[in-house]
């Protein structure tokens, strides 16, 4: 057998005997691999699921849970809220890109309502309330949300606002350690076993068997031992961003360098490089969520500047669109500006997010006196305040479109939070699929028997984001793989 370390794909040939065998081999049981599983096994498929851990989850169980479904789910009906496929998908292409996938995204819309569906049919609960503070996501048990800055500029003028950021009902959430993401995963869980879905865990997927050009198997590591999996029908790789693999972040991502964000140490890249090994096409590897770490509640009541003084995004939109913004356009530099009255007020809300709430580091009576003391180019800040108030005076904002009801003149005392360096992501690029969740040769051709979903694929996302769209692209399209997987 090849050295454990090799990446490259293995002869069927060579393998002497086959340790586990099933029809549908996946790798990982996060909600890519569940999803794949739930649906190989409706098809008639006796399943398998390789994971690395000793127990199922992911980052999906930590995650906050939010499932980017609309074009008019029941939740959103129920809630008063009108959406359809088209508009869904005017906002998608419009805050996903550049370069996001069209037909993936009018599958992933004209498919939406059938998703939350399923998702409900196999026991995810969400609970019919909407949560509309600004916020990452909702403190309560809510199931409704924006999630992606629907309602701000500039998507609001470019389709009608929807929430579309569906969250499992929990209580007691712990940001990161206990939140929506578990209950979306518990019950799904909970279905594959019953439909007989195996979990062999302390899995390690190394490389992938080959004979000729077709997957037939992988070769994986348990307890120091290496095992061959035979996979009858089809393999889907489920394992996983590269958010943890540093030379992938160094070639591919660099402005993440250092800064790896809700994802788990396992994301290390290895579905796509195993897929690579043989052949395999990849697409927007550059492309990163970003989270920011700035409670929305101060941020929507004061203004954010880069290192330059200069305002740089409306602070009412999503905050990963922020994260963005300051990571990917800003040199990671922002403070946030905010009088003494608005800080107080913001500090009174509600937040998902109380350990993003910081102290001032400058206070002062005046712009000047505040701009000199942040060390900014004299006359910097004060132009930038001076034009943000002289319009808010009349509650607007031409210059980048916050919303009128978040738009009130900066006073004094003024203070400022330093917000630089102050962000995080993982990454959305990853192995090419097509709908049905097939890996695409670099020739355009599928490779047989080989099927991937979730952050090891490149989804709906290339270059923008929105919550929810991973635990969305992941179990939308982890299904269409476990479905693909079980035909072969
Ligand atoms: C705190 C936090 C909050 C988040 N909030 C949201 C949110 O609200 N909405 C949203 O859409 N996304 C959110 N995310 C991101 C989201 O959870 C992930 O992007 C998503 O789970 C990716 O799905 P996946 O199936 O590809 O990976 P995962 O769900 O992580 O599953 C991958 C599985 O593969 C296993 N694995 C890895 N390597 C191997 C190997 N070599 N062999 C075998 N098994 C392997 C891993 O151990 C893991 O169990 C959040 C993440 C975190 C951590």
């Given at each position: 057998m090849a050295e454990a370390s090799s990446i490259r794909p293995q002869p069927a040939a060579s393998i002497e005997q086959w340790d586990f065998e099933a029809d549908v081999v996946?790798?990982?049981?996060?909600?890519?691999?569940?999803?794949?599983?739930?649906?190989?096994?409706?098809?008639?498929?006796?399943?398998?699921?390789?994971?690395?851990?000793?127990?199922?989850?992911?980052?999906?169980?930590?995650?906050?849970?939010?499932?980017?479904?609309?074009?008019?789910?029941?939740?959103?009906?129920?809630?008063?809220?009108?959406?359809?496929?088209?508009?869904?998908?005017?906002?998608?292409?419009?805050?996903?890109?550049?370069?996001?996938?069209?037909?993936?995204?009018?599958?992933?819309?004209e498919g939406s309502v059938e998703h939350y569906n399923w998702l409900v049919d196999n026991g995810v609960p969400f609970k019919e309330s909407f949560y509309g503070q600004p916020g990452w996501e909702t403190p309560f048990d809510d199931g409704l949300m924006y999630s992606g800055g629907e309602n701000s500029a500039p998507f609001n003028t470019i389709a009608t606002p929807a929430?579309?950021?569906?969250?499992?009902?929990?209580?007691?959430?712990?940001?990161?350690?206990?939140?929506?993401?578990?209950?979306?995963?518990?019950?799904?869980?909970?279905?594959?076993?019953?439909?007989?879905?195996?979990?062999?865990?302390?899995?390690?997927?190394?490389?992938?068997?080959?004979?000729?050009?077709?997957?037939?198997?992988?070769?994986?590591?348990?307890?120091?031992?290496?095992?061959?999996?035979?996979?009858?029908?089809?393999?889907?790789?489920?394992?996983?961003?590269?958010?943890?693999?540093?030379?992938?972040?160094?070639?591919?991502?660099?402005?993440?360098?250092?800064?790896?964000?809700?994802?788990?140490?396992?994301?290390?890249?290895?579905?796509?490089?195993?897929?690579?090994?043989?052949?395999?096409?990849?697409?927007?590897?550059?492309?990163?969520?970003?989270?920011?770490?700035?409670?929305?509640?101060?941020?929507?009541?004061?203004?954010?500047?880069?290192?330059?003084?200069?305002?740089?995004?409306?602070?009412?939109?999503?905050?990963?669109?922020?994260?963005?913004?300051?990571?990917?356009?800003?040199?990671?530099?922002?403070?946030?500006?905010?009088?003494?009255?608005?800080?107080e007020e913001g500090c009174a809300a509600d937040s998902s997010t109380p350990f993003f709430r910081f102290q001032p580091k400058w206070v002062a009576e005046t712009v000047e006196e505040l701009e000199s003391d942040m060390g900014l180019p004299e006359g910097t800040l004060q132009s930038t305040v001076e034009v943000y108030n002289r319009h808010a005076a009349r509650g607007e904002d031409p210059v980048l479109g916050k919303k009128k009801e978040w738009v009130k003149p900066i006073g004094s005392p003024v203070a400022a939070l330093d917000l630089r360096n102050f962000t995080a992501g993982f990454t959305l690029g990853g192995l090419r699929t097509s709908i049905n969740s097939e890996v695409i040769h670099v020739s355009g051709e599928p490779i047989p028997g080989l099927f991937a979903a979730g952050r090891c694929t490149a989804g709906v996302c290339a270059g923008g984001y929105a919550s929810g769209t991973s635990l969305g692209d992941g179990s939308f399209y982890g299904r269409r793989a476990g479905i693909s997987a079980a035909k072969g």
């Open positions: 996946v790798a990982g049981y996060g909600i890519a691999g569940v999803s794949a599983s739930i649906e190989a096994a409706r098809a008639g498929a006796d399943v398998l699921v390789l994971e690395r851990t000793s127990g199922w989850g992911g980052a999906a169980a930590l995650a906050g849970g939010f499932i980017y479904l609309g074009g008019g789910t029941p939740l959103q009906q129920a809630l008063g809220f009108e959406d359809s496929p088209a508009n869904m998908k005017s906002f998608m292409m419009a805050a996903l890109g550049p370069g996001a996938d069209e037909e993936k995204i009018t599958d992933y819309c929430p579309r950021g569906h969250v499992p009902q929990m209580s007691g959430k712990r940001t990161g350690e206990k939140g929506g993401g578990f209950m979306l995963m518990k019950p799904l869980i909970e279905t594959a076993e019953i439909l007989g879905v195996r979990a062999e865990y302390d899995m390690r997927v190394q490389r992938l068997v080959a004979d000729g050009d077709r997957v037939v198997g992988i070769i994986a590591k348990q307890y120091g031992k290496e095992v061959a999996v035979r996979a009858r029908t089809g393999v889907v790789l489920a394992t996983g961003s590269f958010a943890y693999n540093e030379a992938m972040i160094q070639s591919y991502a660099p402005r993440l360098i250092g800064r790896p964000g809700a994802a788990i140490e396992e994301h290390d890249g290895k579905a796509i490089q195993m897929a690579q090994a043989l052949g395999a096409d990849l697409a927007h590897m550059d492309a990163t969520e970003v989270a920011f770490f700035g409670d929305p509640q101060l941020m929507i009541r004061g203004i954010l500047v880069n290192g330059r003084g200069q305002r740089y995004v409306n602070e009412d939109t999503y905050p990963g669109r922020i994260g963005q913004e300051t990571l990917l356009r800003n040199e990671n530099q922002a403070y946030l500006i905010i009088d003494e009255a608005s800080y």
